[in-house]
């Protein structure tokens, strides 16, 4: 038996056996936890809001995603109307109950409201934050937002207001623990799941030829809501 081995079983058996270096290795894992140690936060992802408002709309453009500024609330409704009947897509739309305070009256569009289903030809969700690194967004899995909506529909809008648009990933873990602070961290800390989407969904596994659509929506429309101009 070699000596690394033997070193490696040694220390698993007195880990085993040992109370208090369990107890030790379980300290340093909720250390970590507590402390959340950051990463390297790359030059691009350290702007002001301006910077990263404009970051993050490049980003999203360059991984094929469209953009569409508006001034407030009560703009989204007709700006999704307007994109749908530009691109010659179906007036069709599911929302997910987040976005229930909107006004959708207004449009021609037959609104819904719930979970994604197999049938659903576009669906609109609100994000959580864009992370202008890599003109990412960030969901995550509520009864507000159901998950489902993110993923099965051809077509994705999601709508983001500006204000939630952070410079890297770190940032965008720091502003979920911020959100679930005031619960009970040993239960539902998290959601359970969080998405983090980067355009529409593609692959280059065929030929290497970039392919739209193939495990998920073949659009990703994104609607920021401009709180610096509303």
Same mark, same amino acid.
């Given at each position: ?20 270096? $369990?107890?030790? &290795?379980?300290?340093? =894992? ?6 959340? @140690?950051?990463? +390297? ?89 864009? $992370?202008?690194? &890599?003109?990412?967004? =960030? ?6 937002? @159901?998950?489902? +909506? ?81």
């Amino acid at each position: 038996m070699s000596d690394a081995r033997k070193e490696i079983l040694s220390k698993i058996r007195t880990t085993r056996n040992d109370p208090h270096a $369990v107890q030790n &290795t379980l300290g340093t =894992v909720k250390s970590r936890i507590k402390d959340h @140690p950051a990463n +390297l936060i790359p030059k691009r992802g350290r702007g002001d809001q301006g910077q990263r408002l404009g970051q993050f709309m490049a980003e999203a453009e360059r991984v094929h995603a469209s953009i569409r500024k508006v001034a407030s609330d009560a703009d989204v409704p007709k700006a999704i109307a307007e994109y749908l009947t530009d691109n010659n897509l179906p007036s069709r739309i599911k929302h997910a109950p987040s976005l229930s305070h909107l006004d959708w009256s207004e449009t021609l569009m037959e609104v819904r409201q719930g979970i994604g289903e197999d049938t659903d030809e576009v669906c609109v969700t609100s994000a959580f934050a864009g $992370v202008a690194e &890599t003109g990412t967004l =960030v969901t995550y899995s509520g009864t507000e937002n @159901p998950t489902t +909506l993110n993923f099965l529909p051809p077509v994705h809008i999601a709508v983001l207001k500006s204000g939630d648009i952070i410079g890297s990933y770190e940032d965008a873990w720091a502003k979920l623990r911020s959100q679930f602070a005031g619960q009970d961290q040993s239960a539902s800390f998290i959601p359970r799941t969080v998405n983090m989407i980067t355009g529409p969904s593609r692959t280059g596994d065929i030929q290497q030829t970039l392919l739209l659509g193939i495990h998920g929506p073949q659009r990703l429309h994104i609607v920021i809501v401009d709180e610096e101009t509303s």
